[in-house]
């Protein structure tokens, strides 16, 4: 056996260790982002992976290539679903007569300034009238001719100036080839490592809580549960968030004749994986579309139908607010809005879009491990009974709808046996009595059994 080494000296090594690992950390600064989207991945599939081992009887190591496959199926096939989409809003602002909508605007406004003329009101005992104001704004709507709105250039100017682009950026060809090889690059290594954190996440698991002194593993296993239940309840409620929110927005806006219902309840849903911001930000393009087109059916002009469509956005928020996440996120992340919103400001500042998406279960994390570090601290339980006790997460699928399925199952299964019974029933009918076998009863049949 080798002789210890000194207090010193293990100071000395732990401390150049750590600024080994801290350098290493710095060195594969631009690699790390791409890691974490590798596990989020594994992350992610990991239920898919679950159903296809146990339910559909696939091995790991089949399962997982194939579901990898098909994820990137689905991606590179994105575009090809969105493409016909934005095209047809493309037409659609091209065909648009942007001199009626600037004239009827300025109609209407002609048509409100005039309704208020000889309005007046009292307020703490002073009379105002509005025709001071309402009367400039007139006569200089009045003097001002037509105003032109912009139109879009001829086509040949159009593909001209793409011409003169494309020449122009015939010199930088090389630096986005580069770019693209660098992305292209990225990807391949992203779903790699996805597949091999899918394959052997357990096993590092398992070689971690190995590694941990054996009067902290306990804690650690338990702190570990309690961060996976964290990000596990996340997802799961933000899945299940992102689609409820597309739906509702979806019947509402086909309910108020709001065009384009279902394609701005697809970005309503999709936006809410961005706290806080993202359903302020999808309510921007249903302003704009009820503005352009109006109401399919509603008796009201396009002003009047944009502050309907706010409201009913707000509402849906609210909604949302109150009652929709402290039921869906409430078990994952109980944090206060503000807390969020916060999160989510400092996340995009410092790490991209990466860190906006990810703030709120990254926040309730952290507050995990600094609450288990205090009370390490303090000399305090780092785990109280109700978290020890903690209920499991609720399925994404309902029981009901598990039930239902083993009752038709079953009802399936019963028929069939059914109609196996019948048929051999209906052969031994046919046969003549010297082939038939002797039907016995269920004692009988039991006690032949060996």
């Known amino acids: ?172 060809a090389f630096n986005v080839l580069g770019t693209v090889f660098s992305v292209s690059l990225s990807i391949l290594y992203l779903f790699i490592a996805g597949i091999y954190l899918s394959m052997d996440g357990g096993r590092l698991y398992t070689k971690f809580i190995e590694n941990v002194p054996d009067e902290m593993r306990p804690e650690i296993v338990l702190l570990l549960g309690k961060l996976e239940h964290i990000w596990d309840a996340f997802f799961r409620g933000q899945l299940t968030l992102m689609i409820l929110i597309g739906v509702i927005v979806w019947l509402g806006g086909t309910a108020l004749g709001l065009p384009g219902a279902f394609a701005l309840g697809i970005i309503a849903g999709l936006l809410e994986i961005i706290p806080s911001v993202g ?89 995990a491990i600094v609450r288990y570090l205090y009370s390490k601290i303090t000399n305090q339980k780092p785990f109280i009974e109700q978290e020890l006790s903690r209920p499991p997460l609720k399925p994404l699928i309902p029981e009901w709808v598990h039930r239902l399925w083993r009752q038709m199952k079953d009802t399936v299964t019963a028929r069939i046996k059914s109609a196996r019974a019948q048929r051999n029933s209906d052969q031994q009918t046919r046969l003549p009595e010297s082939e038939k076998l002797p039907i016995q009863s269920g004692s009988e049949q039991e006690d032949d059994q060996p």
Not at 122 to 144: A, C, K, M, R
Not at 153 to 172: K, R
């Open 1 to 172: 056996m080798g002789a210890e080494w000194s207090r010193t000296t293990r100071y000395i090594v732990g401390i150049g260790l750590f600024l080994f690992l801290l350098y290493l950390l710095v060195l594969s600064r631009q690699v790390i982002p791409l890691f974490i989207l590798a596990a989020l991945l594994s992350f992610l599939i990991r239920p898919v992976v679950r159903f296809a081992q146990n339910r559909l009887r696939i091995p790991k190591a089949i399962a997982v290539p194939v579901i990898y496959f098909l994820a990137v199926i689905v991606i590179a096939s994105a575009p090809l679903v969105l493409t016909p989409t934005v095209i047809t809003a493309v037409e659609f602002l091209a065909t648009l007569n942007y001199q009626q909508l600037v004239n009827n605007f300025f109609q209407w406004l002609r048509d409100t300034l005039t309704g208020l003329q000889g309005v007046g009101f009292y307020i703490l005992g002073f009379h105002i009238n509005l025709d001071s104001f309402v009367t400039p704004l007139l006569e200089g709507l009045q003097d001002s001719g037509p105003v032109i709105a912009p139109s879009l250039p001829p086509l040949s100017v159009i593909i001209n100036s793409i011409n003169s682009a494309f020449n122009f950026s015939f010199g930088i």
């Open 279 to 367: 359903p302020i930000i999808s309510t921007l393009p249903a302003i704009i579309v009820a503005l352009l087109q109006g109401s399919y059916f509603l008796p009201v002009n396009n002003l009047t139908f944009a502050l309907i469509v706010i409201l009913f956005y707000f509402l849906v928020q609210q909604l949302e607010n109150y009652i929709v996440v402290p039921r869906v996120l409430g078990q994952a992340v109980e944090l206060h809005p503000l807390v969020v919103l916060t999160g989510v400001l400092v996340g995009a500042t410092a790490f991209g879009i990466l860190g906006a998406l990810l703030a709120s279960p990254t926040i309730a994390s952290i507050i």
